[in-house]
């Protein structure tokens, strides 16, 4: 794993921007894995930036979202699919049909993320993966003592994870409870990642990733075994890991 140290949150965002820009510009129909949460918002907003200024293109680019809140539809406010549109989608030249995001509130919520996995396979799996880190070390919603085997699968949330996600919600009884997620093994087989850490809350799971061998209880360990993984993280989440060190 590689690890990149960026200054600040803003830096972070442009380093991973700029990455992710030159592998457009190298493959112009490539296959993205995106994240939602707060640490992504940078890179979005430089995309964007990006795109007015120097016209780079996502016309024949497809995206594959992590996650998605179960029993949310996408015109939800609070799903993941308005979260996509709001701050990335609606603002770049990206075909909608080539958007991708499990959905939330299908029907048969089994099938949907069978489905799902068989959409990734059917486009060749995805080229760059983007991910956060959650403080437990979940990695999409795959929450501590998933199987690594997993592929996109339906998961009871945890009282952390939902705590975290309670500020984009009236309350934290309206955070959903469950989530459907691709899986550990559907994000392993990303032909490279791009995981994203900032803040002094993040160095603890940082740390824990760095110093950890692959193990269930911590699902970002699972990254040890990948072989492009590049770490970019800031200053305040490198920070307490020299300290605590
Ligand atoms: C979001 C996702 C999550 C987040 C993680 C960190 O699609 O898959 O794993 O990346 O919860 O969230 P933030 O960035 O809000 O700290």
Not at 87 to 103: L, W
Not at 124 to 133: R, V
Not at 199 to 209: F, H, I, P, R, T
Request: glycine share 8%; aromatic share 6%.
């Amino acid at each position: 794993m590689k690890l990149i140290e960026a200054k600040d949150y803003k830096e972070m965002s442009k380093i991973a921007a700029d990455i992710m820009i030159k592998k457009v510009a190298d493959n112009p129909a490539i296959t993205l894995g995106l994240a939602t949460g707060g640490t992504p918002l940078g890179i979005y907003s430089s995309l964007i930036d990006d795109h007015k200024e120097n016209g780079t293109s996502y016309n024949g680019v497809t995206s594959f979202n992590l996650d998605e809140y179960a029993g949310l539809s996408g015109k939800d406010p609070n799903s993941y699919r308005s979260y996509m549109n709001e701050n990335f989608f609606h603002h770049i030249d990206i075909q909608k049909e080539n958007t991708f995001v499990p959905c939330g509130d299908a029907e048969d919520l089994q099938k949907a993320c069978a489905d799902y996995e068989a959409l990734i396979k059917a486009h060749k799996g995805i080229d760059l993966q983007i991910l956060g880190i959650g403080e437990n070390g979940h990695i999409g919603f795959n929450e501590p003592g998933t199987s690594f085997d997993s592929e996109t699968h339906v998961v009871q949330l945890t009282d952390s994870t939902r705590q975290a996600n309670a500020r984009y919600f009236s309350s934290l009884e309206a955070v959903p409870q469950a989530a459907v997620t691709m899986g550990i093994a559907s994000i392993m087989k990303s032909k490279e990642i791009l995981l994203l850490v900032s803040g002094k809350q993040k160095s603890e799971a940082l740390k824990q990733l760095l110093n950890s061998s692959p193990d269930e209880s911590f699902p970002a360990s699972v990254l040890n075994k990948h072989p492009y993984v590049t770490i970019l993280a800031d200053k305040a989440a490198i920070a307490g890991l020299i300290v605590n060190s």
